[in-house]
C-alpha cells in the first residue's frame, strides 16, 4: 500500500522557489495498478522520487508498505522496483545478464535465487537471445526491457514506472502491458505515469491525476465513466485539467 497525506514539495531554484506538489493525498491499495496523469511538469515525477525515497517532501508524509520514506528509507527501498523514464541505470560494458547479476547482489539474492529470476526474466521479456550480449550494442527497447527485468529482480511487492513505454515500439510496449497486467495477476501494487491515455485505460484500475501540482482526480476508472458519462479518458482528463483543483472535493 502506498499512503499519501498532504505532501507538498517545493524546490528552490536559485532564488525561486517552484512548489511541484501542494497538499497531494491519496492511497494506493495492495494489488492494485494506478496510472498517474498530468501534464509536462505537472509533478509525477517529482511524486514518484518522493514516494521512492528519492526525495523529501516539504511538508506531508508518505508509506510504503507501512513505513514512512523518510524515517525508514532501507525498508522501502527492499520492498519497491523503480524505473524512472530515460534512466535505464545500466551499465553499457556488461552484458544485460551481468547488468541483473549485479543488482541481484546489491538486493542480497543468492546464487540460486538470482540465476531462477534471470532466468524467469529473461523468458517473460523474450531476452534470452541477447542476454550474454553487451547492453552497449542494444536498441532502445532492448535496453528498456533489460532495465525493467532489473526493477523486478528481487521480486519487489510495489513497483513505480515513470512513462515506461515513452520511446518504445509498439511491439515492446505491448510486451510491457501484457508484463502489467501478468504482475497484476501476481497481487503486486502497480503505480505509473504516463501520457498514453489508451495504455492507462487499458492497464489501470484507477487514475490519478495531477494538475500544476495539486490532485485533481482519483478514482476507481469504471466509476470515473460512470460519473463523466464517457469512457474517453482523453476528454475526462482535458474536462478534469479545465476544471482544476478547486472542484476536487474528497
Ligand atoms: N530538482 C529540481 N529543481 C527545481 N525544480 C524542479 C526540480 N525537479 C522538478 N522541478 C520542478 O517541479 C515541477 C514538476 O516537475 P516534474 O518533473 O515532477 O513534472 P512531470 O509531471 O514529471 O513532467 P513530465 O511529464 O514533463 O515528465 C516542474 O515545475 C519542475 O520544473
Ligand atoms: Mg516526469
Redesign the pocket.
Known amino acids: 500500500m502506498i499512503h499519501i497525506q498532504e505532501v507538498t514539495k517545493k524546490?528552490?531554484?536559485k532564488k525561486k522557489s517552484?512548489t511541484?506538489l501542494k497538499h497531494v493525498s491519496f492511497t494506493v491499495k495492495e494489488g492494485q495498478v494506478v496510472g498517474l496523469l498530468?501534464?509536462?511538469?505537472?509533478?509525477?515525477?517529482?511524486?514518484l522520487r518522493s514516494i521512492a525515497t528519492l526525495l523529501t517532501p516539504t511538508d506531508g508524509s508518505i508509506e510504503v508498505a507501512g513505513f514512512d520514506t523518510v524515517r525508514k528509507p532501507d525498508e522501502i527501498k527492499k520492498r519497491i522496483g523503480v524505473l524512472f523514464?530515460g534512466e535505464t541505470g545500466l551499465y553499457d560494458r556488461l552484458t544485460a545478464r551481468e547488468n541483473l547479476m549485479y543488482f541481484a547482489s546489491l538486493y542480497g539474492l543468492s546464487k540460486h535465487e538470482t540465476k531462477v529470476r534471470i532466468d524467469d526474466l529473461a523468458l517473460k521479456f523474450g531476452m534470452r537471445d541477447y542476454l550474454d550480449r553487451k547492453v552497449s550494442g542494444f536498441s532502445k527497447g532492448m535496453r528498456q526491457k533489460v532495465a525493467i527485468a532489473r526493477t523486478l529482480i528481487h521480486n519487489p511487492e510495489i513497483i513505480l514506472f515513470?512513462?515506461p513505454t515513452t520511446g518504445l515500439d509498439i511491439t515492446s510496449s505491448n510486451v510491457f502491458r501484457q508484463l502489467v497486467h501478468q504482475l497484476k495477476r501476481e497481487g503486486k501494487t502497480i503505480l505509473f505515469?504516463s501520457?498514453i491515455m489508451e495504455e492507462v485505460a487499458m492497464l489501470c484500475d484507477s487514475v490519478a491525476m495531477?494538475h500544476k501540482?495539486e490532485l485533481v482526480c482519483h478514482e476507481d476508472l469504471e466509476m470515473l465513466y460512470t460519473l463523466e458519462g464517457s469512457r474517453d479518458l482523453n476528454y475526462i482528463f482535458m474536462s478534469k485539467l479545465v476544471r482544476g483543483g478547486s472542484s476536487y472535493a474528497s
Not at 498530468?38 to 511524486?47: F, H, I, R
Open positions: 524546490f528552490q531554484d517552484v511541484a498530468g501534464e509536462n511538469g505537472a509533478g509525477k515525477t517529482t511524486l523514464g515513470d512513462e505515469s501520457h495531477i501540482g
